[in-house]
């Protein structure tokens, strides 16, 4: 007879966070299938379908008999396609030996995580931020430093604040611009002096987190940290198809590294996954090289739905929300209702139907605050703030 399991798994299981969007969709899911009417404004996905000869680039592949394996990096035509991307999109050359195919935006960030953290390293990231930072941070057994981002500063960071965290444990700064939870967007000026001011700490390398980079609104345009040679020996950019094409379930990345990291993070990858799905790396291509008229679709209906929702929050008793420069979230303040921020997400969900994300989702600095996301029909986000305006009164 079997007695009951004694396991032992490791300590750092105890340190892995999670990201709250998948259980809050796990959460309005299961409402929905007792018959209850949701809006799901809580997770971070384009609403719209993946364009029509992207899909077909996909199928084809499958037809053609691509389906065996594939390089670790990634199939040469598509890290080449990648590079070209870079020229034209960023007017930055880029060796495509130093771009890398990844299952997803979040490998890359595991990945750059797991190589530069242990214990007694420090590792910089931005919170309000991305949950799975300060998550695979804690798990690596690095010590996590977050950047604080504020309202006042429409959630961007300052360069003097960051560089003054700097010690000589510091091995990555994390950026992200535009920024998920809050749709901030730092200021090229900001960018410039975190790079000048880097040039005293070459032990520092950065991750810079790309992937909303073609979500910007009032023609502002993207300060990419590729501008800067002086920084491509300890640079690392991620970014990929999900936001930009709506391909978040094909699992489709990429990203550059410094040429001294690119064998690791391959071998990283080949320990890891062996390589990306084949047919969604010719979808890629397709993406990539094919009509990018989509992509600015999707954005004219962003802009035009957050102008919906940011009207509509500060229109609520209680409620003030910063105009958020890209992305499609809004990270209201909610101060003045006088509840904290899981406790509205709640009610919010069960009394409206309307799923939403508490800040603190995205680390201590985001109590106080609500994100919105808006990949969602205008009709949708009206209505949702005609119901949490009456689950305020
Ligand atoms: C800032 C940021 N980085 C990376 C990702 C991960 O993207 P992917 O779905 O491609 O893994 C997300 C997804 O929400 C994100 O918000």
Known sequence: MYGTAELHPAAHMARLGTESAFEVLARAEALKRQGKDIINLGIGQPDFKTPPHIVEAAAKALRDGHHGYTPAAGIPQLREAVAAYIQRQHGVAVEPERVLIMPGGKVTMFFAILMFGEAGAEIMYPNPGFPIYESVIKFSGA??????????????????????????????????????????VVPKAEIEKLVKGL?????VAVMSDEIYHRLLFDGREHATLFKYPELADRLIVLDGWSKTYAMTGWRLGWSVWPKS?????????????????ASAQYAGIAALEGPQDSVEVMRTAFAERRRIIVDGLNALPGVRCVEPGGAFYAFPNIGGTGKDARTLQDRFLTQAGVATIAGTAFGAHGEGYLRFSYANSAENIREALRRIGLALA
């Open 261 to 277: 990291l690119v064998a690791g993070a391959e071998r990283l990858a080949i320990n890891c996954h062996s390589c990306v799905n």
């Open 199 to 203: 040039a005293r700490h070459p032990h």
């Open 143 to 184: 010590t996590p430093v977050p950047i604080a981002l504020l309202e006042k500063t429409g959630f961007a960071f300052d360069a003097e604040t960051v560089l003054g965290q700097i010690t000589p444990a510091t091995r990555l700064i994390i950026l992200n611009s535009p920024a998920n939870p809050t749709g901030g």
